[in-house]
Nanobody, 127 residues
Framework: QVQLVESGGGSVKPGGSLRLSCAASPLGRRGTTVAWFRQYPGKEREGVAALYTDFRGTYPYYVDSVNGRFSISRDSGKNSIELQMNDLKPDDTAIYYC??????????????????WGHGTQVTVSS
């Protein structure tokens, strides 16, 4: 059973940066898909970044609204899933969840394709 635990959320001013981390234990690398979703109050979760890893390399994917500002990665040493968020905007305010699958997820942001979820961490962007 994979357990995911997020950390790193908090409050920041517009234009600031935060780094979210999701401790993933146990979760291999090759053939796995990891992702970050966010949820606004009263809305369904939406995907923001995903990463597939196979023997050839890693393949990131971003939703348009965060492309160029967010970066998803895996930290082998910490066995974690990272989300670096730069140039944050008030619209980025949400609860952020990490998700993982032990297979290739072809529909990156279809939440039903991920078997494992964290409990979420709040990100607030406000002046």
């Amino acid at each position: 059973q994979v357990q995911l635990v997020e950390s790193g959320g908090g409050s920041v001013k517009p234009g600031g940066s935060l780094r979210l981390s999701c401790a993933a234990s146990p979760l291999g690398r090759r053939g796995t898909t990891v992702a970050w979703f966010r949820q606004y109050p009263g809305k369904e979760r939406e995907g923001v970044a995903a990463l597939y890893t196979d023997f050839r390399g890693t393949y990131p994917y971003y939703v348009d609204s965060v492309n160029g500002r967010f970066s998803i990665s895996r930290d082998s040493g910490k066995n974690s899933i990272e989300l670096q968020m730069n140039d944050l905007k008030p619209d980025d305010t949400a609860i952020y969840y990490c998700a993982a699958s032990r297979s290739m997820v072809r529909s990156w942001f279809d939440g039903s394709k991920y078997e494992y979820w964290g409990h979420g961490t709040q990100v607030t962007v406000s002046s």
